[in-house]
């Protein structure tokens, strides 16, 4: 007898250029279980994300969108909507994010709106954008949230990531509860720190970014901080048909650090 082809799942990854996104999308496309749509702010970024993990350029589709922007995300959600009419989407990441430094005297409105409007706002547009193609994929889909340790216990001077991150999380349970009858599961990963290029931001020399990783690691009961692949890893488990069952979990994935 003929073996079926198993088509492809589609997922969308926002913040498809940074550390967790890239590691992310290397971990799907290695299972050949996934297309994918990344979504990123730089074009650019973007084109060369796409051909460094898809050279044959048919798995990986981009769209530039600034996630700060209500009209761009529903343009792009228009696009993806076109292109995925039939078969729907399995999965939406919520990955992309943004760290305004800032504490109870010094938090800007600028800052404020910034994490408010990336780090949750887009979080619930694209998820409500996209629900109709959800609800298309046969046999349910995915909902994943990329919180932060941060949403639980908060930074410090990182005030208005750390409210917005809790609210995420909150989002998460929200739909959660909602969505069920509908067959989507929605869970929230919280990393704890994890290398990636939003700590180069803040770090100029890598001397000095490696000295910082390496005095947290010191302090985690793991014994390092984290890699993107430990954040990709849990992507993937909460995707496969073994989390099927799962829905508004909170997974911290931090080495231990929220226990001391
Ligand atoms: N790294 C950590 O220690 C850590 C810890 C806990 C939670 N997290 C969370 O994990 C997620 C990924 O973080 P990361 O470490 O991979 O950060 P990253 O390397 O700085 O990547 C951030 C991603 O978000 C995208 N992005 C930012 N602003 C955007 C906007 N306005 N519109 C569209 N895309 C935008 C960036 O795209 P462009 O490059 O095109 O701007 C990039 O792809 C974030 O939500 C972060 O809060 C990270």
Redesign the pocket.
Known sequence: MASRRIEAKTVII??????????TAKTLLETKQYKLIL????PE??KKTAKELDPSNDLVQTF??????PDQIKKTIEKISVLNARSGIYAVI??????PFGNATNTTLTGWN?AM???LR?AFLMIQGVLPLLTKSIGGARIIN?????GILPNHFALA?SVS?AALIHLTKTLAKELGKDGITVNC???????????E?YHPSEGELEEFYAKRGSIIPLGR??E?SD?AGAIRFFLSPEASWLTGDVCVIDGGRLLL
């Open positions: 926002t913040g498809g250029t940074g550390g967790i996104g890239i590691e979504i990123g702010k730089d970024k973007l530039a969108c600034d996630l700060a922007f919520n990955n992309a994010g943004v760290y910034e409007d990336i780090n887009a990329v919180s932060s340790t941060a990531y991150k990963l919280c990393p704890g720190i994890i290398k990636s290029p939003m700590h931001a901080v984290g993107p954040v």
